[in-house]
T-cell receptor, first 117, second 114 residues
């Protein structure tokens, strides 16, 4: 079974508008962490934001926020005021508590975001 | 600030050839990983090393071997390359054992097997 599901293969948004990238996850652990990474066309993986399963507040980092709905097992990334430089592939990832000691990260298939001027 | 360095960046192999992908990190991290990235499948874990001297299989280990040479270096070997191993390979490292531990990635190696 897929641990991380990103149902949007591609998204586009107008510059300066907000966009939400969906991520749902599957785990039986009570303790887990959720990550979003950005991969621009140059290929590197850039860490964006982290949310812990016990965090009561939604994580925010500048223009990025994570809409965490624990009961629905969703961790959607919200990018506000999109910029042309936000065009990239975005990956959702999870680390389950039982694997924390081994630091294993499981990734979704990714969503390609295109920002139009 | 080198971070995680992978060599080579590009490689073309013929079916049946062998090669080793090299990875080195200068952040004194304990844990290192090898992922492969294929279109529509995200990044899949091949092997990981929680600490120097240990290695474990990930989701897709078949056809690969790894060596944790020392704390800095973690190599991935393809003994007999197959076209199905055409992919982009990423090495990553991380420190600590907490859930929030960030993984740092290399620039990737684009491998084509013909």
């Amino acid at each position: 079974a897929q641990k991380i599901t990103q149902t949007q293969p591609g998204m586009f948004v107008q510059e300066k508008e907000a966009v939400t990238l969906d991520c749902t996850y599957d785990t039986s652990d009570q303790s887990y962490g959720l990550f979003w990474y950005k991969q621009p066309s140059s290929g590197e993986m850039i860490f964006l934001i982290y949310q812990g399963s016990y965090d009561e507040q939604n994580a925010t980092e500048g223009r990025y926020s994570l809409n965490f709905q624990k009961a629905r097992k969703s961790a959607n990334l919200v990018i506000s005021a999109s910029q042309l430089g936000d065009s990239a592939m975005y990956f959702c990832a999870m680390r389950e508590g039982r694997f924390a000691g081994y630091n294993k990260l499981i990734f979704g298939a990714g969503t390609r975001l295109a920002v139009h001027p | 600030n080198a971070g995680v360095t992978q060599t080579p960046k590009f490689q073309v192999l013929k079916t049946g050839q062998s090669m080793t992908l090299q990875c080195a990190q200068d952040m004194n991290h304990n844990s290192m990983y090898w992922y492969r990235q294929d279109p529509g499948m995200g990044l899949r874990l091949i092997y990981y090393s929680a600490s120097e001297g240990t290695t474990d299989k990930g989701e897709v280990p078949n056809g690969y071997n790894v060596s944790r040479l020392n704390k800095r270096e973690f190599s991935l070997r393809l003994e007999s390359a197959a076209p199905s191993q055409t992919s982009v390979y990423f090495c990553a490292s991380s420190e600590g054992t907490g859930l929030a531990t960030e993984a740092f990635f290399g620039q990737g190696t684009r491998l084509t097997v013909v």
